[in-house]
């Protein structure tokens, strides 16, 4: 006998008690404010007042007359473009390179040691890289000084033109320990019979990396693509803690302006616009890389 | 720069020659340098904390005499409400997301309830929905809900959204265990709730760390939320409270430094505990797919 719709529902009832909860707490925490961010996106609305509906006018003032938040998306770019070398490619070179590495003691260590940027709380180099470009008694000034280029000093996070540099150079050299451990995983997954057979078909060093390793870690680079666009995109805590966006809006990028409008001049549904904007750009870039970068199984 | 990076990147392997395993030397060296450099920092901090103000003003770089422990004396004071703020934070977030998205995920992998597919798919369309779209409405609902300047309005929210990732790598673990032994379990007359709990929950224990792990990591680090919905410093966690510590003090460099490297000693201790589980977590494969 078939059971009906309504005795499977029954008999499975542990199957939704169990699932209730999730849902609870994603309903009132994520669903609600996300619609929520969507529909004020569209209305003049500050703190505490109902606020206005005014149609599609925030994303007209955004692209149309609102200076400080076209340069926070071309501060915007090049970070994320930065973040790109830094996290996906640098990365890629010393995934390789301590995958390359025959002493399994020292590969060992640097595995280890990779892990090191990942347990110190990021604000903490935030905040050393900050005192690190102190104009007055940071050390990279003194360094400078103390090689004979006083003519290169600057205070770096406090000159319009170079505060974005500062912020984008801090944290030098740049390794991303999980962008590395994510991609040493892969390398490690690659099995030896592929690069074995490679090496006897004469493929060693460049052409080894070029067309037997990077084809079997596209999944993982993909990946790190897709998280490293997300994360540049909405990335503001940096920004935050360094400059909060000055010198004159020089450091500005899309989330720390969304924060300011937010929360310092009270435009919450101008801010939600920026918040809307941050969402869709994250999302094209998103499925414009499942779509386009294929990763190769085997 | 970007040229000096590309040649550690690629350039010298080209001079490598056949072989799978030559040229440990400089690769040795490289990664060598490349780690210096990454500590250098935090080697400046150990060697400036120890500073009083004078010492500091005559020699800022070098090590000095006599040591001054003070400074660590000092911070202890200040960091020890924040970080016990961390604890109470987190911790709580960590049981919640492991309680929540246990049951989830042994729901969406064990029982075959109709329209579990559509429910699961309704929480992972979530993982693309970006923090930056809920921030404004986030807390103008912790608002509306009095929850601001409670360690509730850090706590729920981060649950509501740390227990995705628990949920994707928990349920491919359920998922990879053998439905016959659940199918025995039902046979003897076991329900749900209790195989959930005496049987699939103990399996599991490891990737629970996993899950924990990553999830203690996401909220420890969150800078600018509790700034927003707690008014009172002395509410705000480690991270936040490493913010203000360094305004509050910047100029008392040695009080400072020794802050922010107390600051670092809880993931420190995590991590020593816990290695294994790190690594597993950051590489493991739910993360990949």
Redesign the interface.
Known sequence: MKKT?WE??WE?????L??V???A??L???????I???Y?SMFDWN?GLAGNFIGLANFVELFTDDEVFIRSLRNMALLTIWYL?AFV??S???A???H????EG?KYF????M???????????I??????YDST?G?LN?ILIGVGLQDWTHAWLAEPKIAIYAVM?RN????DG?SV??L???LQAIPVEI??SG?LDGA???RR?RYIELPLIT??IK?LIVLTI?WG??E??AV??MTQGGPIDSTQV??MW??FN??RISR?GY??A???V??LI??VA?ILNMRYIRSQEY | ??TR??S???GP?????????R??AW??V??GI??A???A??I??IIISFKSPSQ?TRV??LPTWPMRWENYEFAVQIISQFLLNSIITSGATVIGVL???S??A???AQ????G?TF?FY??LA?M??????????????IRDLRLINTHWSLI??W???G?LIG?LILRAFFESLPGEMFDACRIDGA???QI?WHVALPLTRSMLGVVAVLNI?GT??N??WPT?TLPERKMWP???G??SY?EQYYTS?GR?MAG??L??IP??I??VFT?RL??EG??SGA??T
């Open positions: 719709l499977r529902i499975t009832k542990t199957g939704y169990m699932v909860p999730t849902l707490f994603l009132v925490f994520q669903y609600y404010p996300a929520s961010g969507l004020r703190a070398v490619g640098l890629t070179g010393v390789v390179l301590i390359r590495i025959r002493n020292s640097f595995r280890l040691f892990i090191l940027p990942v347990i110190i709380p990021a604000v903490v180099l905040l050393l890289w900050k005192f690190i008694i050390p003194a150079f030098f050299p740049w390794i999980v451990l994510i040493l995983a892969g690069v074995e090496l060693s060093g460049w990396l999944g993982q990946l997300m995109v909405q503001y805590s935050w803690a899309p989330g969304m924060y937010a929360f919450m801010a939600s920026i918040g809307v941050m969402f994250t999302l998103t | 720069m970007a990076s590309e550690i990147a690629g392997a080209q001079r490598q020659g056949r072989g799978l395993h040229g440990d690769r040795t490289a990664l490349l780690c450099l990454m500590i920092p935090l400046m901090a500091f800022p770089f309680l929540l998205s049951l989830a042994y729901s969406f029982i075959r309830f109709p579990r429910v309704a929480v979530l693309m929905v970006p923090a930056s779209l809920t921030l404004v409405p986030s807390f103008v609902l729920l929210p649950i509501a959204g227990q949920i329900t749900d709730w959930y990591l420890w680090n800078l600018i927003l480690l991270t936040p490493l913010y360094m460099y400072v922010l490297l600051g670092s993931l420190v995590l991590f290695s790190f690594v950051l590489t993360i990949k």
